[in-house]
């Protein structure tokens, strides 16, 4: 961008985004590059750029931008729920004779630079890898990204429109946890959090059965009596002691 007399005021479409003035009674030619961040949909976007001077006189400059991935298919194209040591298979097409990886964006590592695990062409244009859930590891809409290097070295990437949630099974909730319903909470969390306690106390009132994991591995009832796994309910909702949730099933 560029003005004699020091003035620039940049509009997209119908909004103004950069202003520029001269500081100065003196005003010399100006000449500025500024960094915009555009939102892309798939396929072809357009933008209209409108730059007055400070006599009001516009330049205008449309610019188009394509941005249609060479990535296709990409799987999982639903939401998917994994216990611990299940898989599922991740996989793309695009041009043949590319690179391929793919990434689980887990919350601790969002930003890092990693390719992430290699995939492998199983056929010309077909991109293929598995992903295990690890021991340990309980998450919920975990994304995944697929990446692929094309002979021209360009990167490519996009995202899964499935996501992963990771469960854990329900004999291995924490010790001391507490059991209301489809809920469960840490015992720390239960008496700080006055919304978990009013569930508490509602739904002993209305003469329902509270349960508890000790710190022996055992689950036991209000009275203090071992209960079967088969009596806890087929899916709960687990707040740890800063309420994250995570999901736990048998």
Same mark, same amino acid.
Request: proline content about 5%; aromatic content about 10%; glycine content about 8%.
């Given at each position: 961008?560029?003005d004699? @007399?020091g003035?620039?005021r940049l509009f997209?479409?119908d909004s103004?985004?950069?202003?520029?003035?001269e500081p100065l @009674?003196?005003?010399?030619?100006?000449e500025?590059?500024?960094n915009?961040?555009l939102?892309?949909?798939?396929g072809?976007?357009v933008?209209?750029?409108?730059?007055y001077d400070?006599a009001d006189?516009a330049?205008?400059?449309?610019i188009?931008i394509d941005s249609?991935s060479?990535?296709?298919?990409?799987?999982?194209a639903?939401d998917?729920?994994l216990?611990t040591? &299940?898989?599922?298979?991740?996989s793309f097409?695009?041009p043949?004779?590319?690179t391929?990886?793919?990434k689980?964006?887990?919350?601790?590592?969002?930003g890092?630079n990693?390719?992430?695990?290699?995939?492998?062409?199983i056929t010309?244009?077909?991109?293929?890898?598995s992903?295990t859930?690890p021991?340990g @590891?309980?998450a919920?809409?975990?994304?995944?990204?697929v990446v692929?290097?094309?002979?021209?070295g360009?990167?490519n990437a996009? /995202?899964?429109?499935?996501?992963?949630?990771?469960?854990?099974? /329900?004999?291995?909730?924490?010790?001391n946890?507490?059991?209301?319903? &489809?809920?469960?909470?840490?015992?720390?969390y239960?008496?700080?959090?006055?919304?978990a306690?009013?569930?508490?106390?509602?739904w002993m009132n209305?003469g329902?059965?509270v349960?508890?994991k000790?710190?022996?591995n055992?689950?036991?009832d209000? &009275?203090?009596?071992?209960?079967?796994?088969e009596s @806890?309910p087929k899916?709960i909702?687990?707040?740890d002691?800063?309420g994250?949730?995570y999901n736990?099933?048998?």
């Amino acid at each position: 961008m560029f003005d004699n @007399l020091g003035y620039l005021r940049l509009f997209l479409g119908d909004s103004q985004i950069y202003l520029y003035e001269e500081p100065l @009674l003196e005003v010399d030619p100006t000449e500025k590059v500024i960094n915009l961040t555009l939102d892309l949909i798939d396929g072809e976007n357009v933008f209209e750029f409108t730059l007055y001077d400070l006599a009001d006189h516009a330049t205008r400059k449309e610019i188009t931008i394509d941005s249609t991935s060479i990535i296709s298919n990409v799987q999982p194209a639903e939401d998917v729920i994994l216990e611990t040591g &299940e898989s599922i298979e991740i996989s793309f097409n695009a041009p043949t004779g590319g690179t391929a990886s793919y990434k689980i964006m887990l919350p601790f590592e969002l930003g890092t630079n990693s390719e992430g695990i290699p995939m492998e062409e199983i056929t010309p244009g077909t991109y293929v890898s598995s992903f295990t859930a690890p021991a340990g @590891l309980i998450a919920s809409d975990l994304q995944v990204e697929v990446v692929y290097m094309g002979l021209d070295g360009k990167r490519n990437a996009k /995202i899964a429109s499935g996501k992963i949630t990771i469960v854990g099974k /329900i004999e291995n909730l924490p010790e001391n946890t507490i059991i209301v319903g &489809e809920e469960a909470y840490n015992i720390d969390y239960l008496n700080n959090n006055p919304k978990a306690q009013l569930k508490f106390i509602e739904w002993m009132n209305t003469g329902n059965e509270v349960y508890k994991k000790t710190n022996s591995n055992i689950f036991i009832d209000s &009275e203090g009596n071992p209960i079967d796994i088969e009596s @806890l309910p087929k899916s709960i909702i687990y707040f740890d002691k800063d309420g994250d949730q995570y999901n736990f099933g048998k």
